[in-house]
């Protein structure tokens, strides 16, 4: 079954919610829904262009599946626009998402949707961020529902074709180094159908139907059953002829006990325990009917799960780990103990194992017993997020060969990587200075809160123990100097404080110095580069407010921060 991704984006997007998008990035309604309009079947096509091989189709469908992407989106967005923090938290995720697809073009298709709407590169880019995560969500929530699979992607994204022929332009196709718009049209078809022959299509179960009787046939007397089965009634009454003369012997008088023959309850037995277990049996019957449409009722209105399960661990230096998991039945967590209480033994147990009815169920723990050796590496450390593998520490050393080993154990269904910090830098890098652009060209916007949005996107990656500017943020920082420069002179100061975060590893107090000492070095920076020096302030907060996980590396990179926090002009 395949779905009008298109015909549902609209419905999403009604008026009501491009008119309060329109009025958080600052365009009226119908610039707003030119710009939604143009990013649907631009970012369609990079979808499409993705899963145009085995391999891309795979990673998308990981991406589409992965944490970063709300199944929701859908009855969720018109509450995310009310809430500036909601709506900069779904731009990033969406910005995150237009990396994956698109890899270094998105400043380039966020330069062709300003071209060719009139909108700012920034809000451009920032509008094609929403959608993006929409589109994404729609596709999540198809599969999910329908229990989809990898092979059936390239038949869905084909069916999408013709609104994407129909609505791409050169402009938008060549930015995202898709030839031109007809040249793309004339060739996807037949990629996606390609793919689709090479990818796995598991055969459903076949389950038994069952065949209404017809009414004739219901009315055929059925002589060989009650042949077959007519002895439990008869055991049925003379359970309830016992159970009944009891009764009536311990309710009578002692005169009338005496005066009633055994003739007379042989006599009197038969007909009314008869009469009792037809009573019985229809009152039985009666309840069944009546409650199966109410248990049905029941099942269909229960809410389907929709949150990924969870599993994450640390393994201290004697080999033991520390975990934690959220799963969605008692059941999955009395699993998962199992298997641990055998492979660590009950007294040297540290599990934080949480139920939660909202989570899906986890495919990880099938593959459990081949996950358990890696919870004795000392130094490992690994995050599962639905079908999302993440390795740190000790198990990301290609010389211990985990990786690979995970990846044969789990298969293609499993996204399995390893954290890279040099990676994460750059890829942060890359999404800053396509940010930038917009909010340096014309158009860009001086609102703190904007500014603030964008300088956030850098990573400031700050050597162990030091609080010196480190020279890969150098030019970033440059840049934002720069930014801010600009709106200064243009009468239109910014005002930010710098906060520094710390992850929680090592003493709380030193933590918050060191992340004091670190936000004042960037606004020195900063000043050193020109910028106002009134129109910027520093803090540190040590390891409050955590944006993520402190059990695994990338947790505690992204715990590590330097934040730009808009303030009162």
């Known amino acids: 079954m395949s779905i009008n991704v298109f015909k549902l984006l609209e419905t999403v997007l009604n008026e009501d919610v491009v008119r309060n998008l329109g009025t958080a990035v600052g365009l009226s309604p119908d610039l707003t829904r030119k710009v939604t309009d143009a990013a649907a079947p631009a970012l369609m096509a990079a979808i499409m262009h993705r899963g145009s091989t085995a391999d891309g189709a795979r990673s998308l469908f990981s991406a589409i599946q992965s944490p970063d992407v709300d199944a929701h989106i859908g009855k969720q967005l018109p509450y995310l626009l009310g809430s500036t923090t909601d709506l900069a938290r779904l731009e990033a995720t969406g910005r995150g998402l237009l990396q994956k697809l698109t890899g ?17 590169p920034l809000t451009s880019l920032s509008l094609c961020s929403v959608v993006g995560a929409t589109l994404m969500g729609l596709l999540k929530q198809h599969f999910s529902t329908s229990q989809g699979f990898v092979g059936q992607l390239p038949t869905l994204l084909g069916h999408q074709a013709p609104t994407v022929s129909a609505r791409l332009t050169d402009r938008i196709a060549d930015a995202l180094g898709l030839g031109s718009a007809a040249t793309f049209g004339s060739v996807i ?5 390609d793919v689709s022959a090479h990818l796995d299509h598991p055969v459903p179960p076949v389950r038994p139907v069952s065949v209404p009787v017809s009414p004739l046939a219901a009315d055929q007397p059925t002589l060989a059953p009650r ?4 002895w439990l009634w008869w055991v049925l009454a003379l359970i309830v002829a016992a159970l009944a003369w009891l ?8 005169h009338d006990q005496v005066a009633q023959t055994a ?19 229809a009152s039985a019957s009666a309840a069944s009917a009546a409650s199966t449409p109410a248990i049905a009722a029941s099942a269909a ?29 008692e059941a999955e967590k009395q699993q998962l103990l199992d298997a641990l209480k055998k492979k660590f033994g009950a007294t040297n147990l540290n599990a934080d194992i949480t139920v939660d009815p909202a989570t899906k169920p986890a495919g990880w723990l099938a593959h459990l017993d081949g996950l358990l050796p890696l919870m004795a590496q000392p130094g490992a450390e690994v995050k599962i997020d639905g079908n999302h593998l993440e390795l740190s520490g000790t198990a990301a050393d290609a010389k211990l060969g985990w990786l690979d080993k995970l990846k044969g154990l789990f298969g293609p269904a499993f996204d399995i990587g390893v954290f890279n910090v040099q990676q994460a830098v750059a890829d942060a890098t890359q999404s800053f200075r396509a940010a930038l652009g917009g909010l340096l060209g014309n158009g860009g916007s001086c609102a703190s809160a904007d500014v603030a949005k964008v300088l956030n996107l850098q990573v400031v990656n700050f050597a162990a123990g030091s609080a010196k500017v480190p020279v890969s943020a150098a030019d970033d920082l440059r840049q934002s100097a720069s930014a801010l420069k600009t709106c200064a ?10 906060a520094g975060y710390s992850d929680n590893i090592g003493n709380a107090q030193a933590n918050a110095a060191l992340s004091r000492r670190r936000a004042e070095s960037v606004r020195t920076f900063l000043v050193a580069q020109g910028v106002p020096a009134r129109t910027l302030s520093s ?25 730009f926090a808009s303030q009162a002009q």
């Open 104 to 120: 270094d073009r998105v400043g380039a298709l966020a330069e062709a949707l300003a071209s060719q709407t009139g909108a700012s």
């Open 189 to 193: 078809l037949s990629k996606l159908k």
């Open 227 to 230: 042949r077959k089965h007519g």
């Open 247 to 254: 009764l009536l012997r311990s309710c009578s008088s002692p």
């Open 263 to 281: 003739t007379h309850d042989k006599a009197a037995a038969a007909p009314a325990a008869e009469q009792t277990a037809s009573a019985t049996a």
């Open 301 to 329: 209105a229960a809410p389907a799960p929709t949150a990924d399960s969870h599993l994450s661990f640390t393994v201290d230096k004697n080999g033991l780990p520390a975990i934690k998991a959220t799963v969605g039945s």
């Open 489 to 498: 002179n243009a009468g239109k100061p910014v005002q930010l404080e710098v």
């Open 539 to 563: 803090q540190g907060y040590g390891a409050e407010r955590p944006v993520d996980s402190n059990d695994t590396e990338s947790g505690r990179f992204h715990n590590r921060r330097i934040e």
